[in-house]
């Protein structure tokens, strides 16, 4: 099962898509967000950076009052406390400005999670189906579909590979030379896959997500997107990348113990290079059907 399931690996091979620039990859040092080619990425920075302010802008506040209610009322410069229990204005204003600030949360917040939740009408569906520990994808429209393993999945190694020193699951200089022969470095270690969703830029992309066995969630955080796939059912999910550019995900649910094994790699071309892309694959792929894995109670 496994030599047969790495037959779309080799065949995608011929097909692999040079000089794209690798854009959505967490680099080494930094914390932010990776670089937003969506607008629904955008909007969800957008949106962390107006709370960023909100809340920066209350801490400063609360730690400014605690400061000089410490230092104007304390025992020694106030000796005699005042002996009141109730003050209307504070108490209104406590009360109306919290609900204000929620108030204008949501008005920025409601407008993007509608965004996201409201699936247009796709230019290309893919269907993605998360499996303990790879993903198959299905060109709906086009009638073909893959299997995409991690590069040093065991399903990914072959023989010679094995006796040169590659172990699955390890990175070596076996496993670094295999990375190198697909076009990918070292650092691509734990996000490059054999195979990869292509689509082309400025188009929309609907993704049908589901799973075969226990809940995955398919997610590639430059387009900020992120959904479930939890067998016996099927959720959407939709992107229009602006760049083109190699962008990478992984699981994000807690599938098992090789859950760090089953990444996500995606790459936006132009049209004319995913037309070429398609037309190949369409005839690469013929017959080969992915590989999912089917529970069982």
Not at 89 to 107: D, K
Request: proline share 5%; hydrophobic share 50%.
């Amino acid at each position: 099962m496994a030599g047969f399931s790495a037959l779309p690996a080799m065949a995608q091979d011929a097909l692999r898509i040079d000089g794209l620039e690798v854009i959505g990859a967490p680099e080494d040092g930094l914390t932010g967000f990776q670089p937003a080619v969506t607008r629904l990425a955008q909007d969800i920075h957008d949106l962390d950076y107006l709370i960023l302010v909100i809340i920066t802008v209350i801490t400063l506040f609360v730690t400014g009052l605690m400061a000089w209610v410490i230092i104007r009322f304390n025992a020694k410069r106030n000796p005699t406390p005042a002996s009141f229990t109730h003050h209307t204005p504070v108490e209104i204003a406590w009360t109306v400005g919290p609900i204000l600030i929620l108030v204008l949360i949501g008005a920025f917040s409601l407008p993007i999670l509608f965004r996201q939740q409201e699936i247009p009408q796709a230019d290309i569906t893919i269907k993605a189906i998360g499996n303990q520990w790879y993903w198959s994808y299905e060109y709906v429209d086009d009638g073909f579909g893959f299997d995409s393993y991690m590069i040093g999945a065991p399903a990914t190694l072959t023989s010679e590979e094995e006796a040169a020193g590659a172990v699955a699951n390890l990175l070596n200089d076996a496993m670094i030379a295999k990375l190198e022969k697909a076009g990918y470095s070292r650092n691509e270690w734990l996000l490059a896959t054999d195979t990869a969703v292509v689509v082309p830029v400025g188009k929309t992309i609907v993704m049908q997500v589901t799973g075969s066995d226990v809940i995955h969630a398919w997610t590639i955080p430059a387009f900020g997107v992120k959904q479930d796939a939890v067998p016996g059912r099927l959720a959407e999910l939709w992107f229009n990348a602006d760049k083109e550019g190699v962008y990478f995900g992984q699981c994000s649910e807690l599938c098992g113990q090789a859950h760090a094994y089953m990444p996500i790699t995606v790459k936006v071309v132009s049209e004319e290079a995913y037309a070429d892309w398609i037309s190949k694959a369409k005839e690469e792929y013929a017959g080969i059907a992915p590989t999912v894995q089917v529970a069982s109670n």
